[in-house]
């Protein structure tokens, strides 16, 4: 295929034109191009801690899946209630934010109970905004101490009413 | 092993955690190499992506040495070199026959709503993620790809997502010669997204940010033409406008859950999660595009709704063609089209950082200082 004038400068322009060049075309490709696999069904990963399952699957676990960071604490509370829900529900992935939250509470609780005292500016890289955005820095300083200041004057009002 | 580890929104650090063992006959533990952050690791980063347990570690774009096989492994061996594409999948459930490897049914037990993916939260599996010195590699006989002997690693690592999801968003955008394309978002997958619609005939590509370093380099690597949408009144008018008032023949939205451009989207979506993120790129994208045209979207939102004006998109005859990409069935193509010289998508990497300056890494890529457009992360050794 001759490639048109006004596309000469832009190189491999209509490489894949033809559909039959499209990896993904068709959308759906049977058998799959896999020439690796030599299994009809995989064996089962077995279960060494809590996996929470999708109400979809019947408290089935698929053949393999991931097995970090079990629910814990009230975190995990949270997250075994939220997967009461089915993910057609709006409450599941609210109280899995919510889950979130709290997990990230506790994991400031865990880091102190561990003698490791979280560098929060530091992790939010502050190293890195300081070198690349002075003002940004100093600019949401202030806006802070500014909260903070008004913040202690509604409290002194309200004590001294 | 030293490993990113999750703190809560905003907060990350590098931290030592207990290297991954083999769980599965099929398993393999790859030491990392490279290890980029991707554009939507920001939505874990900012807190968006519900069940993002304290103590994850991100990254689902990375390549590596393999160090160790289960006893079921026969296509990979000790020390081989291999990029690993970010969806894990069987190759033998209903979705996996049909190639559709990223709707992969048994390897996420937490959602049937998405498949499985490498360090992206609970509710894509949980499984830990390669910004760490070794990752778990489950089915490992399927889903890496051992890297071609003359290719540089950096273009590797960008096989792994960002240039297989700009090429399937251009993909499904069904473009056929002569085709005007819009591609919203001028990010690593926007950028080969527009770079992979002249690969596919496109007639005209057009891409949409308001970032004016990300909108100057888009020009110069995908030949294409920009607008800054800060600059424009209405979008989609300026659209129609470009396109003689019909609106362009595609649109891809390669944007996502945080979209700027729209105050009530960002304070819905983003700072309140009354949405599953902004939804302001899909509807520009809806309603700019011409009548009987096609809508393409690899940008990632929340599981929740959105809030987008659908009634138009019925109205107009609208196609709208949406997934995560399946990695494995571009490869070959795409590696072909690297070999060729076609592409480099090396060139979109802009920053390197070592591993324990992970929180740096993320702030900068997050706030898009220092005209930061792709950031890879190299453990200690690589």
Redesign the interface.
């Known amino acids: 295929m001759e490639t048109p004038e006004r ?1 000469a ?9 033809d559909p039959a ?5 068709p ?8 020439p ?8 089962q ?2 279960e060494t801690v809590r ?4 109400t ?2 019947d408290g ?10 079990p629910p814990r604490g009230a ?1 995990g509370v949270l ?1 075994e209630a ?2 009461k829900y089915s ?1 057609n529900d ?1 409450r599941h ?2 109280i ?2 919510a ?3 709290t ?2 509470v ?3 609780v865990d880091d102190l109970l561990h003698g490791h005292v ?3 500016l ?8 300081w070198k ?2 002075r003002a ?1 820095v100093v600019r949401k300083a202030a806006v802070a101490a500014a909260i903070a200041a008004a913040l202690i004057v509604l409290a002194r009002r309200r004590r001294t009413r | 092993m030293l490993a990113m580890n999750y703190r809560g929104p905003y907060r990350v650090r590098a931290a030592h955690k207990a290297e991954p063992e083999i769980e599965h006959p099929n398993d393999a533990i790859v030491r990392v190499t490279r290890a980029c952050i991707c554009g939507s690791d920001l939505h874990l980063y900012h807190g968006l992506i519900p069940d993002t347990r304290i103590g994850t570690t991100f990254g689902h774009e990375f390549t590596g040495i393999v160090e160790e096989v289960g006893p079921s492994v026969r296509n990979l061996k000790k020390g081989d070199r291999v990029l690993v594409p970010f969806n894990i999948f069987c190759g033998t459930c209903f979705f996996c026959r049909r190639e559709l490897f990223s709707n992969c049914h048994n390897t996420n037990p937490e959602a049937t709503a998405v498949g499985a993916i490498f360090g992206y939260s609970h509710t894509s599996g949980g499984y830990d993620g390669g910004q760490a010195e070794f990752v778990r590699v489950p089915f490992a006989d399927i889903g890496p790809t051992l890297l071609p002997a003359d290719m540089d690693e950096d273009d590797a690592v960008l096989l792994t997502d960002a240039f297989p999801t700009g090429y399937q968003a251009a993909e499904m955008g069904g473009i056929q010669e002569g085709d005007t394309v819009v591609v919203f978002g001028a990010g690593p997958v926007g950028i080969f997204a527009a770079k992979s619609a002249w690969l596919l005939g496109a007639g005209r590509v057009i891409v949409v940010d308001h970032v004016e370093y990300r909108l100057d380099f888009v020009r110069d690597f995908a030949q294409c033409e920009t607008v800054d949408f800060k600059s424009v009144g209405d979008m989609a008018m300026h659209l129609k406008k470009m396109t003689g008032g019909l609106g362009p023949d595609i649109c891809i939205d390669c944007v996502g859950a945080e979209a700027a451009g729209n105050f009530a989207q960002t304070l819905t979506g983003v700072k309140l999660k009354l949405q599953g993120g902004a939804a302001t790129a899909l509807h520009w994208a809806i309603n700019a595009v011409r009548k009987g045209g096609t809508v393409s979207v690899v940008g990632v939102y929340g599981p929740t709704f959105s809030a987008v004006p659908f009634g138009n998109a019925v109205n107009k005859g609208l196609t709208l063609r949406m997934n995560q990409a399946s990695v494995k069935r571009h490869l070959p193509r795409l590696i072909e089209h690297i070999q060729a010289g076609r592409i480099a998508p090396r060139k979109v990497i802009t920053h390197r950082f070592a591993l324990e300056d992970v929180a740096d890494a993320y702030h900068i890529f997050s706030s898009k200082l220092d005209h930061c457009i792709k950031p890879v992360l190299l453990p200690a050794g690589a």
């Open positions: 596309f400068h832009i190189p491999g322009w209509g490489a894949d034109l060049d499209r990896p993904a075309y959308k759906e490709r049977i058998p799959a191009r896999l690796g696999l030599h299994w009809d069904k995989a064996p990963q077995p996996v929470l399952r999708s979809e699957r089935q676990l698929t053949p393999v899946f991931g097995s970090t960071l975190s997250r939220a997967f993910e709006l992935w609210l899995l934010l889950a979130d939250r997990d990230m506790e994991g400031l979280p560098n929060i530091g992790e939010m890289g502050i190293r890195a905004a690349h955005d940004g």
